[in-house]
């Protein structure tokens, strides 16, 4: 009994251990099917076949509509062993013609001894698939191993950077290096977001290269992030068109338009002039390439007489109806300044000073602010700040320090030289303005999408309050004077609608030779003017001939504007403007009106 017990004890170890071994062969074979699969898939194709690189698309850079402005398509580079070519010159004649290549050409990619060599780098999948058929009638006259057969090409999976509407907004997208990383714009700047994962494949080894059918993925690759930006394509084409022809009519150096929405700091149209396109860009200048609306700084002039009149009103220095005695010249410290007509001394307002865009009533105006204040207001407007746009390379523009200012510097800055700004910086003030006084940063992107589709909105901007809302709104009526028959700019007029801006006409740096040559014209404004839905700049450097902004700015503002509210529907306001007097004789028979009235 003894041993019957001690013999069933022993069978019940066993078959526990055996239990035990079984359970633990279990989790093994879970690991190694489950948990270790890739892996062990990839250690077994590394030994028995070759692997390779699965390029993964980038991903798109769309309109805030979702139409493409660039995309990524699929290519086949074409390889070739040159060890398997018998007759260079014989198979040069017969492949390029195919390819679309100069025979040369060919015939130098194909002659040598080295295993791989490229001959065709992101050809379309359609011609390496023309160049197999072709191979496969060639070959099928000769039997297999025949030394006269053409053998040797391969063919290597990629994609080539597309972009569908050409050089419409180069500037801003920018394009990708022959690696297909992004080498300017927003394929740069967004590189880490918008390239995929690259995967792996397996592939058959034949000959030292890929046999076509035997490929089999191992690691898929992951499509890169789509950005979706707020640009809108066919405002982005009416811009793009308008600030085209302006650069071409005037013989000016380049011309950049942006259109904004003062509230969400949203850029609607970015057009510069001259463009490239990114499709092609063998013969493309690295100054051509670059995005002047935020890497080029220039002088404002007039428009900057808008930020140094809203400071004082919001200081409490003057009203509209202030008059000031205004000469043609003007003497401060060792400089005589005027204003860009001459004319007797006049007695203008405040609001007469803007509309005609008197330099001397500016300088009197800032003085009025003192020099600290001036400067702390441009400061507060965005000047000589970054505007958080996110675009690559953007200035932050020039604006020297107080304790650096000359007897002359600050007369200049009232007027709008001695400092500089960007485009999108001119812009964004003009939107502060719009904005009753709150400063929006600007934004081209509207948000991101996954690979699966999945989108994500942007965060929201950044804001800051400059100046009040009375101040805000009085600006606004004061700068409808401005394209009013007696200001400087009624050609940026559009019949039903209220109207607001502001020209400017002001020298320009030459880099060349440090000096003061040509101009800058430009006209900034926004519509309606007392219920501001959209802001837009126009920037015309060094035109020839005539170099007025209102001339040369004013009629594209009014084209583009013009579109901007019937593409977004933005129906007239239905008020009335509220004359502003504009010298002191108006001033006196607005007041003899109103105590008529009263009476």
């Not at 990619?109 to 999948?125: C, E, F, H, L």
């Not at 071409?248 to 969400?264: H, L, Q, R």
């Not at 307002?349 to 005609?356: H, P, R, V």
Request: proline share 6%.
């Amino acid at each position: 009994m003894g041993n019957f017990a001690l013999a069933h004890n022993r069978i019940r170890l066993l078959v526990l251990a055996i239990a035990v071994v079984m359970f633990l062969f279990g989790i093994r074979l879970v690991q190694v099917q489950a948990v270790q699969a890739a892996d062990y898939r990839l250690r077994a194709v590394n030994e028995m076949e070759n692997t390779s690189t699965l390029p993964a698309p980038r991903g798109e850079i769309t309109d805030v509509n979702g139409v493409a402005f660039a995309r990524s398509v699929a290519a086949i580079s074409i390889v070739v062993d040159q060890s398997q070519i018998i007759d260079p010159a014989r198979t040069a004649g017969f492949v390029a013609p195919i390819l679309g290549l100069p025979v040369a050409t060919v015939q130098a990619s194909i002659t040598g001894k080295r295993k791989w060599y490229m001959v065709d780098q992101n050809a379309q999948p359609a011609t390496w698939q023309k160049l197999v058929s072709a191979l496969a009638i060639f070959n099928a006259k000769y039997p297999p191993m025949s030394p006269e057969r053409i053998i040797g090409f391969f063919p290597e999976r990629g994609y080539i950077r597309d972009y569908p509407s050409g050089s419409l907004i180069a500037s801003l997208i920018g394009f990708v290096n022959h690696d297909g990383k992004g080498a300017s714009g927003l394929e740069s700047s967004m590189n880490s977001q918008i390239a995929g994962v690259d995967g792996k494949y397996s592939y058959a080894n034949g000959y030292g290269a890929e046999i076509p059918g035997s490929q089999s993925e191992i690691i898929p690759a992951q499509t890169g992030t789509t950005v979706r930006l707020t640009i809108d394509r066919d405002i982005q084409w009416v811009a793009s068109k308008a600030i085209s022809a302006a650069v071409k009519a005037s013989g000016a150096v380049s011309g950049t338009v942006i259109v904004m929405d003062p509230k969400t700091g949203e850029i609607l149209a970015h057009a510069t002039a001259p463009t490239f396109d990114p499709n092609n860009t063998t013969k493309v200048s690295l100054a051509a390439m670059r995005n002047p609306s935020v890497e080029d700084v220039y002088e404002p002039g007039s428009t900057g007489k808008v930020m140094t009149i809203a400071a004082a009103i919001e200081e409490k220095k003057v009203v509209p109806d202030t008059v000031f005695t205004i000469p043609y010249a003007l003497k401060r410290s060792n400089r005589t300044f005027r204003d860009h007509e001459k004319h007797p001394t006049e007695r203008l307002t405040t609001s007469g000073i803007l509309a005609i865009s008197s330099n001397t009533g500016a300088i009197q105006i800032g003085e009025k602010l003192g020099n600290q204040t001036l400067y702390n207001y441009l400061r507060k407007f965005g000047v000589g700040s970054n505007t958080g746009s996110g675009l690559p390379g953007e200035s932050m523009g020039i604006l020297p320090k107080v304790a650096n200012w000359s007897g002359t510097t600050a007369p200049t800055v009232a007027f709008g030289q001695g400092y500089s700004v960007t485009a999108m910086q001119a812009t964004s003030i003009f939107a502060t303005i719009a904005n009753d006084g709150v400063r929006v940063s600007p934004t081209v992107i509207a948000g991101t999408s996954d690979a699966s589709g999945n989108f994500t909105p942007a965060a929201a901007r950044t804001s800051e309050r400059v100046v009040s809302v009375a101040t805000a709104q009085t600006m606004r009526l004061m700068m409808e004077s401005v394209v009013s028959a007696a200001g400087t700019a009624p050609s940026a007029a559009i019949t039903g609608y209220r109207v607001a801006g502001k020209t400017g006409t002001a020298m320009r740096i030459d880099d060349t030779c440090g000096c003061y040559r040509g101009y800058t014209a430009s006209f900034i404004g926004f519509a309606p003017a007392d219920k501001p839905a959209y802001v837009i700049s126009v920037t015309i450097q060094d035109p020839k001939g005539l170099h007025w902004g209102g001339s040369l700015g004013g009629p594209v503002f009014k084209q583009v504007m013009s579109f901007v509210l019937q593409s977004r529907h933005i129906a007239p306001t239905g008020t009335k403007i509220i004359p502003v007097a504009l010298n002191e004789k108006e001033l006196l028979a607005k007041k003899v009106k109103i105590a008529k009235t009263n009476a």
